[in-house]
Nanobody, 115 residues
Framework: QVQLVESGGGLVEAGGSLRLSCVAS????????MGWYRQAPGNERELVAS???????NYADSVKGRFTISRDNAKNTLYLQMNSLKPEDTAVYYC?????????WGQGTQVTVSS
């Protein structure tokens, strides 16, 4: 089993920055298909950014050039650096990972961007 714990959310003004963290309960090297998703009220959960094989990144068009996904293997932590935040980025952000063919989600962290 894997526990994923997100942190770093909060309230920020438009144009500001936040860095989200997702700490895994086991070695991040054993996890696959790690990524960040978000869900706004009334919307479906959507991909924000993913990191595969510790090399390949994929971003939603809406965040390209503003968000950066990265990981620190020594700290078993996945990050999402979010710059130039917009009100439409407001959502609950979730970390996800696959371990031994099972998908795991964190509990989510709220990001609110005021205009």
């Amino acid at each position: 089993q894997v526990q994923l714990v997100e942190s770093g959310g909060g309230l920020v003004e438009a144009g500001g920055s936040l860095r989200l963290s997702c700490v895994a309960s086991r070695s991040i090297l054993s996890l696959k298909h790690m990524g960040w998703y978000r869900q706004a009220p009334g919307n479906e959960r959507e991909l924000v950014a993913s990191l595969s094989s510790n090399v390949f990144t994929n971003y939603a068009d809406s965040v390209k050039g503003r968000f950066t996904i990265s990981r620190d293997n020594a700290k078993n932590t996945l990050y999402l650096q979010m710059n130039s935040l917009k009100p439409e980025d407001t959502a609950v952000y979730y970390c996800r990972a696959v371990y031994e063919s099972t998908l795991y989600w964190g509990q989510g962290t709220q990001v609110t961007v005021s205009s």
